[in-house]
Each structure stands twice: as C-alpha cells, then as structure tokens.
C-alpha cells in the first residue's frame, strides 16, 4: 500500500519535473499551444455566445489585463531574486497567449465577414462584370469537359483582390477576394496586373451531402469570397499593370517552371512534376491522387519541408563547389530558401520548412545551439497569428504533426542520467572500433542496412501517429505507407534536383535541359509505378468510414500526455498499449451502421450535380445503389456517393443498378469498386456491349474487381432483403430510340407505397411503362431525365400519383417551369441542386418522412 503511494507520488513529481524541463528547454511549445487554444475557444466555443464585437473586446481586455498582471508578476520575481517564473507566473503567460490566440481568430473573422462582396451574393449564380488586381501566380488545369469538340483544353485560375463591381451602368467600390477560373490559357496574367472580367458570380458551397467537406470552411481559411467563373479569354481586359518587381519575377519564374516542366516530361509525368517542383496542384487528376493517397504518400502534391531541404542541401553543394566563404553562403542559402518558398505559393508546409531553416542558419552564423521543437512551436506561433484559420487545415496538421513526430522519435533519449549517457557512449565507440576492423564491403553493406532500420522506424512512427488523422479526413488505412515512403525518398530526390536543374538549364541551353527532363521522366515514372504496384498489393489499404472526432482527440491527447510521464519501459508500453486499443476500438466504431427501424425503406438521392446516385436501405447492412454517376466526370470521381455512403457506416454493397449507357449515370463506378464491396452489378439487355468509349473504362473496372453483372429486363424481380423488386422497363427485345428510352426502371412497394426509378426515360420508353400495372396513389418519384422539360414528365406523374416527386439535377433543373410541370399533380417537389441530399423514408405503416440535407440535415451514425 505504502509502496503504491509512493509510486503514485514519484510519478507526480516526475510529471511536475517534464513540464518544468519543457518550460526551459522548449518555452515556446506550451505558448503555441495556448495560442491554438484561444483560436479553438473562440471560433468552436465561444462562437454564438455574444456578437463578433464584444468577443473582441473581451479577448483584447483579458489580453490587456493579463499583461499587465504578468509584468507585475515578473518584476515581483525579479525583486525577490528567484531564478525563475513561478507555476502562477507560468499560468497567467498561457492565459495572456490564449488571449492573443482569441483575439487573433475574432479579428480574422471580423475581417472577413466585412468584405462587401459578400452582400452581393445569392443563391444563384449571377452574371457580373468585377475589377480587381492579381494577387498571385497563374496556375493551370485541365477542363473537366476538354474533351468535347471546340473547348479550350485549359483552364487558368488566379487570386483576385476585388476593387470595383459594376451594378447597372456604373461602377462602385466593392472589396473582397475572388478565385477566378477562365477558360483558357493566360499566362501572360502576372500578379500587379489590374484586369476587367466579366463571369458568373457564385458564393462558396456547403456541404450538400452527408460527410462532404463543407467548401465554406475551406474558403475561409483561404481568405476567398467567392468564385468567378470566366466563359472566354475575350472576358479579360488588361488595365494597367503595377510596379510589383518581386511578385511578378516570382511569377515569371514559377509560370517559366511550369511550362517547361510540361514540355520536357509529357503528359503522363508532366503534372506530376509541376505538383513536386513548382506545387502547383491543379494539374493532377483524381486517378492519380487516389493512387498517392492510398499509399501513404499524398505529401508528394504538397511542397514542404522535405522539398525545401532538398533544395536548401543542392543549393549547399553548389556553393561547397564555388568555394564561397561562410557569410555568403548562409546568405545564399537563405535566398533561394525564401525565393523558393514564393514561387510555390507560400503554403503552410513550405513556411513551416521556411522557418526551420532561417532559425538553423541563424543559429550556424551565431554558432550557437538550436532547439528544434522551440523553432517549429515558433513556426506554429507565427502561422497561427498570421492566419488563425489554418489551425483547422488537416494540411497543416499532418504537416506539423510529421515533423514534430521526426524530432521526436528521430532524437536521443535525454531521459538517462549522465552516467547512463555516458556509458552508452562508451558502448557504441567501442561498437564503431570493431565495425571498422570489418571488411569495406561488409561496412557499407551494414551501414546501408542500419540506416534504411532507421528509415523504416521514423516512416513508421509517422504512419501510425498521423494514422486517426488520415483516416478520419480521407476514409482510409495505408499500411503501405511504411515502405512506400521509403523506397519513394531517393527517387523523390533525384525528380525534384533534375526538375530544378531543368528549369534552371531551360533559360540557358535547352539541349541540356531536356537531358534533365529526361532523368526527371524517367524518375516520376518509377514513383508511379512504385505506387501502382504498392496500390494493388492485397491488404496494402482499406477504406473504410471514419471514427468519431471525439475518439480522434482522444488519441492525441492521450499520446501528449504520455510524454510527461517518467520516460522508460511504462511509458512506451502505454503508448503502444493505446495505439493498439485505440484502432481496435475505432474500427468497431466507425463501422457500426446508421440504424434503421425494422419494415422501413430509406432512399438518399446524392446531390451529384447534373447526374443521379440513390442509395436505397432496407437494413442497417442492406444497401442498394441505383446509379452513380455525374455530368463532367472524366476522372470516374465517386465523391459525394462515397461520402454518403460511409457516413451511414457502409463498407459493402448489396447492388449496384445502372440504368443506361450515359456516363453521368455510371461513370463513378471505378471509384466505387475501389472503395467498396459489391455483390453484383445489374444493367438493361446488352448495355456493357454497347459500342461508348465511356464504357471502357467500367468494364475495365468491373474486371479487375472481379463482380458479376446481371441484365435485367421488364418482368424479373430482385430480392432485396425480405422485399421484392420490381422491374418494370426495358423489355427484354430492346425498343426502338436512344439508350434513354431503354432506361432500367425499377419498382419497389412498402406499406402500400411505391418507389419508383425511371433513369432517363423518355418516350418511346414512357409509353411502354404507362402500360404497366399503375402504383398506388401517394408513392416516390424521381422525376425522369433531371426533370428535363424536352420529355413531358406529366405523363409518368399521372400515371405514378406520387405524393413525393425529387428532381436529381444540376442547374438548369432550378428553372421555375421545371417545379411548375412537376406539381401539376399535386406532387411535393424537392430538388438536389437547392436543397442538397435528400432522404425520404417509408416505415412499415406507409408513413413518409422527407428531409433535405442543407435545410434538416440528419445525424450521420450512432456514435459520429
């Protein structure tokens, strides 16, 4: 009993000792961190409690206050001659930084929710003419639907500051931030430059479907208003351009990088390159983001602190081999280091990375010590204050989170007393005498081993570390990503020096630079290929729904506070006693369905644009899809449908019904298979024979998933759960007209209602169906063909009564005449693209209840 006690008060004092020896090693962490507190206090906390206004002037006077009670404080110390602050002392500086965080976040919000433009905007994209000035480099993507006959294959996006907006005739001052996509390309825009655009004006979007990140949210964080939507080139006006050397050398230079990154690498490596060199993102398709994510090595798209050494350590050689003296070579070193950080953009990572190295070369001219973990707490200080809205960007997260993680478990262990230190020592001194009595070759054979060990345990640690995180914002598990990373750094290595080296030779000789061009091609092939291969080894990933936040905190904080515990065998047994009981535990929860009541059908139509997915429950566990596709959908994307998916805890499949062959019905199929099981997959008489070259790629992916395919025709049933299917269209003989007309129409009947599924019926296909047995008065509906008014849905209306009419659209389905034609029956009528998901629900006595998700949104999951 006696020993217990005094167990329990040796751990308290240990822990009292950590917090004093971070106090004094690393100051600056518990500052950083009571910065990200006030920024989390006011923005999830106090936001709602009080208006914007008087939350500002309580941060700024408890800020005001607790200086003034810390200066007493420390003059109080300093006259009494203790050596250091005291634990009050040490409180009231935590509150006073939780102050400045609180403060920080209120006047990002103020400034934000001032800018004019947002008054301007509705519900409806609207058509305006705008003036404003370039606030950073062009970047370029591909259009979504490049591929049609006459459309400019580029898309040019730029940052706008907002100046003037035309209303009526005239111009009047407006402020705000836009981001601006012209179709087309513009290189010739440079920030400084003052255009003139006319475009399609449109506020940031919510999150229309379950589980979808809230686009709001993002924009915030990125300072942006709204969006402008730019039909042509011939919509740019040039007006003047501004002094602004630095800003558009930057751009010339990064522009310059970008264009002969594409010419010398090719198409299947060139966006690749420009995302690893330049960090311009926009380029890389969802493919190969998918196949990045999977193997644990997205970090690739996003320029950080492994890039930035990268150059910094090319730039050291170079300037070893010019044999230049110590100052102007730290001074070298620290231009190309913050001259490399504006051409890609300046991102969280990058300045990160930026900040490190300044304080490294800082702390090598003054010849002095550097605490790595003070530095990045210095860097987390300074973005924080910066822009206190990054502290919500899962980017930045895992950017710090990685790093801090190297430090960590890369360091000596400073837990041992000296004499332990000193004896370790002694051992691997003698260990290296005896390593040096071996042979040459035995040596750099065991040096090499020893430090891919050591690779792998670091890739490792960052795996398991950044594990809740990932998993929580991505849907996935990459175990692979242990030996992926690994095996990736060299050739990381060897891309991104002949990349530079490309750019830097292109200005010069471009002979020279395309050898470079050549090695970089050559080297990104080999990362694809790497992380094909990783992709498609059995159990290398999974998805699956993500666990509860609360959970996700949980394992932070838990894993935090096991660091101030004595360090030793107990500690490390905690951790990985945690780890490994918190994945167990947070696989039960993210996979524990959304229940529903017994006798009761669920259908949730995916708000996919202009398209149609609905996923049809008749259980917790069974689950039908009903199409899964949108228009524009080249990259056989399946967001949204996933999402809504795996916020319902689905990871399997009953069936997938595909009504016909046009793609924004089926084209998000690929990303389905990848991400979920599926029974089988059930399509009209000969649709996968088809002779569209969109079906190539599903029945690829229906292949390599190894599902079967069923056709189903007028007359069969399907046994979904305890119910029956109906199958109402196409006849077995297809009819005469357009794969529209031979949609798949399916009938399911509960409690005396019908739901009913028409694809993209149209006529001759409307007659077929109107002579079918007629449904009972008061059933579902989705309107056929997104409601379009060139087929005349008010046949199929009186034919079905529904008392529940959805229109799955995209815009053109807001039209009033669309809502007008829908309800000549006395039909409810509820459309996607207004009212985002929406989830209609029949229980066993035929009752119906109808939400829309951005106006009643619904819980997610029993624990989420």
């Known amino acids: 009993m006696l020993g217990a006690q005094n167990s329990r008060v040796t751990e308290i004092h240990w822990i009292t000792r950590s917090m004093d020896s971070l106090w004094l090693r690393s100051p600056l962490a518990p500052v950083a961190a009571a910065c990200i507190t006030g920024v989390f206090a006011d923005a999830v906390v ?50 006073l930084f939780v102050a400045v965080g609180g403060t920080a976040q209120r006047l990002s919000d103020l400034r934000y929710d001032r800018a004019a433009i947002i008054s301007l905007l509705s519900d409806v994209p609207q058509p305006v003419v705008v003036e404003g000035i370039i606030e950073q480099p062009n970047s370029l993507r591909r259009h979504a639907f490049s591929h049609r006959r006459g459309q400019d294959p580029w898309q040019t996006l730029i940052g706008l500051k907002l100046s003037q907006i035309r209303v009526g005739q005239d111009f009047r001052a407006c402020d705000g931030r836009l981001r601006v996509t012209i179709n087309g390309r513009c290189d010739q825009l440079t920030p400084g430059d003052s255009i003139r655009l006319l475009g399609t004006l449109s506020g940031p979007s919510a999150a229309s479907n379950p589980g979808m990140v809230d686009l709001r949210e993002v924009d915030r964080r990125r300072n942006i208003h709204a969006q402008l939507e730019v039909a042509s080139i011939d919509h740019v006006e040039l007006l003047h351009r501004e002094r602004a050397f630095f800003s558009r050398m930057v751009a010339m230079l990064a522009t310059h990088g970008r264009n002969q990154l594409l010419r010398a690498t090719g198409p299947q490596t060139g966006p690749l390159a420009v995302a690893l060199v330049v960090g311009q993102r926009d380029l890389v398709d969802n493919t190969t983001r998918d196949l990045l994510l999977v193997t644990g090595t997205a970090h690739l798209l996003s320029v950080s602190g492994l890039h930035l050494a990268i150059v910094v350590l090319l730039t050291h050689w170079i300037t070893i081999l010019l044999r230049l003296p110590a100052v102007p070579k730290l001074l070298t070193v620290l231009v190309v280091c913050l001259l490399y950080t504006a051409i890609t953009g300046a991102r969280p990572p990058v300045l990160r990375a930026a900040v490190l190295v300044g304080f490294l070369l800082l702390a090598n001219w003054m010849r002095r010590p550097i605490q790595p973990l003070n530095t990045l707490s210095l860097a987390a200080i300074l973005l924080t204050l910066l822009n206190p809205e990054l502290v919500f960007s899962i980017g930045v997260h895992l950017s710090f989170l990685a790093v801090a993680t190297l430090l960590i478990c890369g360091q000596r262990d400073s837990g041992q007393t000296t004499a332990v230190q000193e004896t370790l020592d002694r051992e691997r001194q003698l260990a290296a005498l005896v390593n040096a009595e071996q042979p040459r070759l035995r040596r750099v054979t065991g040096a090499l081993l020893s430090r891919f060990l050591k690779l792998f345990w670091l890739s490792g640690c960052v795996a398991v570390i950044t594990l809740p995180l990932v998993w929580y914002h991505f849907h996935v598990i990459p175990l692979i990503s242990v030996v992926s990373n690994v095996l990736l750094a060299p050739l990381l290595f060897v891309a991104l020096a002949s990349g530079i080296a490309l750019i830097i030779t292109g200005w010069v000789w471009w002979p020279l630079a395309t050898c470079f061009g050549l090695t970089c091609h050559v080297a990104l092939l080999t990362i694809r290929w790497v992380i094909e291969t990783s992709a498609q080894i059995p159990c290398s990933h999974f998805w699956l729904p993500s666990p509860p936040g609360w959970w996700v905190a949980g394992f932070y904080l838990i894993i935090a506070g096991s660091f101030l515990l004595r360090r030793g065998y107990r500690a490390s047994t905690l951790r990985y006693v945690w780890i490994a009981s918190w994945i167990t535990s947070a696989m039960l929860l993210a996979m524990q369905p959304t229940p529903l009541n017994k006798g009761t059908l669920e259908a949730t139509f995916v708000d996919v644009g202009h398209g149609t997915s609905v996923v049809i429950r008749l259980s ?50 690929p990303g389905l298979l990848r991400r979920f099981t599926v029974d089988e997959i059930m399509t009209p008489p000969g649709m996968l024979q088809e002779d569209e070259s969109a079906l190539e790629a599903i029945t690829r992916a229906i292949d390599v998933a190894e599902v079967p395919v069923r056709e ?60 079918q047995p007629r449904p009972a008065v008061g059933g579902l509906l989705m309107a056929p063909h997104h409601g379009s008014l060139t087929v005349d849905a008010r046949i199929v209306l009186h034919w079905a009564r529904p008392r529940e009419t959805v229109v799955s659209g995209g815009r053109r389905a807001r039209r009033p005449e669309v809502v007008e034609m829908l309800r000549a029956t006395g039909s409810n009528v509820h459309l996607t693209t207004t009212n985002g998901a929406i989830r209609i629900r029949v229980d066993h006595r035929g009752k119906i209840e109808t939400r829309c998700w951005l106006n009643s949104p619904w819980q997610t999951g029993p624990l989420r």
């Not at 420390?74 to 935590?94: E, F, H, K, N, Y």
């Not at 899809?625 to 916020?647: A, E, F, K, M």
């Not at 209602?753 to 077929?768: F, K, M, T």
């Open 620 to 669: 917790p566990t069974d689950v039908w899809l009903y199409d899964c596709g949108r228009l524009g959908n080249d990259h056989h994307s399946s967001r949204g449908i996933d999402s809504t998916l795996w916020s319902l805890g689905v990871t399997h499949l009953r069936g997938i019904f595909l009504s016909h062959a046009d793609a924004d019905h089926f084209n998000a199929l």
């Open 712 to 771: 189903l025709s007028a007359g069969m049933t399907v046994r979904c759960g305890g119910k029956r299917l109906d199958i109402l269209h196409p006849p077995a003989k297809r009819i005469a007209g357009s794969d529209n007309a031979n949609s798949l129409v399916i009938r399911m009947d509960v409690a005396g209602r019908s739901l009913i599924l028409p694809g993209d019926l149209e006529e001759p296909g409307i007659a077929y169906l109107i002579n």
């Open 46 to 95: 106090c936001r709602g409690l009080l208006s914007p206004q008087l939350w500002f002037m309580a941060w700024t006077s408890l800020g005001i206050g607790l200086c003034i009670g810390v200066g007493l404080r420390l003059g109080l110390v300093r006259s009494v001659g203790q050596p250091q602050a005291s634990g009050l002392t040490r409180v009231m500086i935590g509150l």
